[in-house]
């Protein structure tokens, strides 16, 4: 059996580790200095560096960075309940909204599932190329949902030249912010069935 070395052992973050009599030292890896009296046999020595380098593992996991994502769109139902599940998962979770100056940005759907503190508000528009290009900066995200659009049929037919702008230009305007700022961004994209026409063939 191996006797514990009287001299000053090594020592490491996540505990001492024990250390033989030593005559010189047969291994040093991760700040740890491994010090024995004969050269340890080849089983010993991967169980000492498997059991170090899952010990390694599991720290970088619990630091690992929770993943980002960006959701226009996010005070309707879909963005509600699609914000909702990736909070569930672990993720940072920021919304795009737009303002008026009569009113404030509608929360309600997040109020009623109980997220809308968990969830940070941007102030965006998608026909303002430049603020796009700054959220997209600031938030870095490693996924984007586009939600939003200008999907209320009978402002389609009063706001044709609008409805274009949203619901078209505007993924545009954000797929440009992407490629910009952050190319690896996934992106999906969502927002109304109006712009693909009218569909004569079913699906």
Known sequence: MPIRCQ??????PWGTVPVLPCRKPFLLEHG????????????ALRSLLSI??????????EFDVAKKALITGI???????????????????HGLARRSSTSDVNLSRLQWLGIEKDVRIVDGDL?????????V?????????NLAAQSFVASSWQQPVLTGNVTGLGV???????????PDTRFYQAS????YGLVQQPV
């Open 7 to 12: 001299r000053q052992i090594a020592s490491h």
């Open 32 to 43: 740890i200095c491994f010090l024995y009296q004969a050269p340890p046999k080849p089983t």
């Open 52 to 61: 170090t380098r899952a010990k390694l593992r599991q720290d970088d996991q």
């Open 75 to 93: 005070t309707g139902q879909d963005g509600a309940y699609l914000a909702q599940l990736l909070l569930s998962k672990g993720y940072e979770v």
């Open 127 to 135: 026909l303002d190329l430049s603020g796009l290009v700054r959220t």
């Open 137 to 145: 900066t600031d938030i870095k995200p490693d996924e984007l949902y």
């Open 172 to 182: 545009t305007n954000v797929l440009e912010a992407i490629r910009l700022v952050k």
């Open 192 to 195: 109304s069935s109006e712009m």
